[in-house]
């Protein structure tokens, strides 16, 4: 089992993010959390304290340079290194079809899905490299491999949260550190809801953001040596065909 040490989640403030900022604390980890929304990611560093946690929140929108770069020296700041990053910021902005979304849905979209993940890992590599060690971790999603009309944008976010994840994994690892791709199927956040999108096929069981969390933990807990670059995460009640 490895030293418990800084785990960074960006986009901590419900769902997926949530989740794993109070499991990773539960088990040990120092937690630093961003959103946008400050009075929640305030509130589950409150809960995590009370429950004899390490938690740093920070309000940060990082699709803005600053803002992102900011949140990761503060941590440094407050916690001391970073040895997990959970890129995990994302949203479906608006199901509908590409020649209906607007110019700035096109682009909040592409900046939400693709480049918060940029800024993440850009502001994050200086400190990984001087410790010669880091886990950075970028939130794709099924729709990062194949495709969905009515989410054409976030479909094409994910697609290149995928292929620069690829091309980091192999320009960093001779600095010890690790890039993994987690690839969900649909999960029970708000993240449906917030995109408009009413899914008619899910039943049963599907994923819960809990689940997500016990992905990373397995992730990051690895020895140094190896890593799982890419990991699909299904609930058994969803069908992918041809997968
Ligand atoms: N739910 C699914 O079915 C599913 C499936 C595959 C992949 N995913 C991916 O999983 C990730 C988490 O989504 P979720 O399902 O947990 O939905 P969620 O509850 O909506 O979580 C999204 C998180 O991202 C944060 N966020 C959004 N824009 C941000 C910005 N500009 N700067 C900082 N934080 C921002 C949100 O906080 P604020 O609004 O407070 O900023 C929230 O904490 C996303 O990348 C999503 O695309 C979800």
Redesign the pocket.
Known sequence: MKEKRVAVI?????????ATAIHLARIGYAVSI????SE?IHEIADSIHKEGGKAFALK????DWKEAQNFIKSTVKELGSIDVLFN?????IRFADFEDLTIEEINEGI???LT?VLYGCKAVLPVMKSQKSGHIIN?????GKRARSGFSI?TAG?HGVEGFSRSLYNEVKKYGIKVSIL?????N????R?AGFDNPTAKGKIIE?EDIALVVQHLIELPDHITIWNVDVMALSQTLNPL
Do not use: E, F, H, Q
């Open positions: 960006a986009g901590a403030s419900s769902g997926i993010g949530r961003c959103a946008r929304r929640l940060a929108d990082m699709t995990n910021v994302g949203a479906g900046a939400v899905n918060s939130t794709s999603s099924i729709l976030y994910k690839s969900p199927a649909m999960v956040t708000d993240w449906a917030k953001p």
